[in-house]
């Protein structure tokens, strides 16, 4: 690659005009003074090949990934993470110098940094964990989860054959709950996840019972828009810790970042304020 060439990056889905990570990429290039630029990237899966092997052609030193392509670039990278196999999915692809196309998943690494810096007290191995949701984002907090030690997982899912699904993939330490009991996990859970769509603009409300919630219990919703879901807000006044998902798609950059341009970027009330706009 040419040396002088401003160094880019981007996102890659579609739809794509509503994400939020150019602004958040734009602004660490400002606060650290760095040359480069970050763009939203609208690619049709037929596609998908054909833009990415040209990206590092046009300056490009790699890019975030996001619906629906998740699972189809791990066909296309030369390299896999660890953490990204296990996931079955990449989020994040670095164009490197020798022309090989390193994918990794950092969605875990994001939801477990946003918990220990919103919930600093929190202790993986406190109790179970409940686990709303068998989607992609739910095997990246799964898969995290059990790295730093939760000691069960009880897991529920509108559609049942996919939790079970999960179970079979990660193990005995994932108890299955049908969705009609997803209320009862809450007695049980030191930590609870909402890894659905529900309560976020637009999708179906967050309607699952919340009256067995404990205080002190670390609540985390994916969801960020809203900020403050129906789950968090019943979860503060339940006397838990409430930890909202824009703190997770902050974490999730950092790593990607630090690849791109050569510094590892801090998550602060700046960078949130940023992205909120
Ligand atoms: P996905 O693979 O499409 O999974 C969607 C999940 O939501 C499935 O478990 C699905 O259940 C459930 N769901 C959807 N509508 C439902 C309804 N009406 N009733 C009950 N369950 C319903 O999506 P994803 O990629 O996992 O993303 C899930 C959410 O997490 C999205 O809101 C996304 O924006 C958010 N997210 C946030 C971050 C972050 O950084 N904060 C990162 C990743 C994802 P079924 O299996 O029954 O359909």
């Known amino acids: 690659m040419n040396e002088h060439r401003i160094p880019l990056a ?79 999915a990449a989020n994040t692809l670095i164009f490197r110098k020798d022309g090989k196309i390193h994918a990794d998943n950092t969605d875990g690494y994001g939801f477990i940094a946003n918990l220990k810096q919103n919930a600093p007290g929190w202790n993986p191995a406190a109790g179970p964990a409940a686990v709303l949701g068998a989607g992609g984002a739910a095997r990246a907090v799964i898969a995290s989860l059990i790295e730093v030690g939760v000691p069960e997982i009880l897991l529920s899912n509108r559609t049942r054959p996919k939790s079970d699904a999960l179970k079979s993939e990660f193990g005995q330490r994932v108890r299955v709950v049908d969705w009609v009991q997803a209320g009862n996990m809450m007695e049980e ?16 409300e967050f309607r699952v019972p919340l009256d067995g919630l404990r205080p002190g219990t670390v609540v985390s919703d994916l969801v960020y828009a809203p900020l403050k879901t129906r789950l968090l807000v019943e979860a503060e006044a339940a006397g838990c810790v409430a930890v909202d998902g824009l703190g997770m798609l902050l974490h999730q950059a950092v790593p990607a970042f630090e690849r791109w341009f050569g510094i590892r970027p801090e998550v602060t009330q700046a960078t949130r304020d940023a992205v909120i706009g």
Do not use: C, Q
């Open 10 to 88: 981007g996102v890659i889905g579609s739809p794509i005009a509503h994400s939020r990570s150019p602004r958040l990429h734009k602004h660490w290039l400002r606060v650290y003074g760095l040359p480069g630029d970050y763009v939203p990237l609208h690619v049709e899966p037929e596609d998908l090949v054909e833009v990415i092997r040209s990206l590092p052609k046009m300056g490009f030193v790699g890019v975030n990934i996001t619906i629906p392509h998740k699972v189809a670039v791990l066909e296309l990278a030369d390299l896999v993470t660890d953490r990204a196999t296990l996931i079955g």
């Open 189 to 204: 859970a030191a930590t609870v996840v909402n890894t659905t769509s529900l309560g976020m603009v637009g999708a179906a």
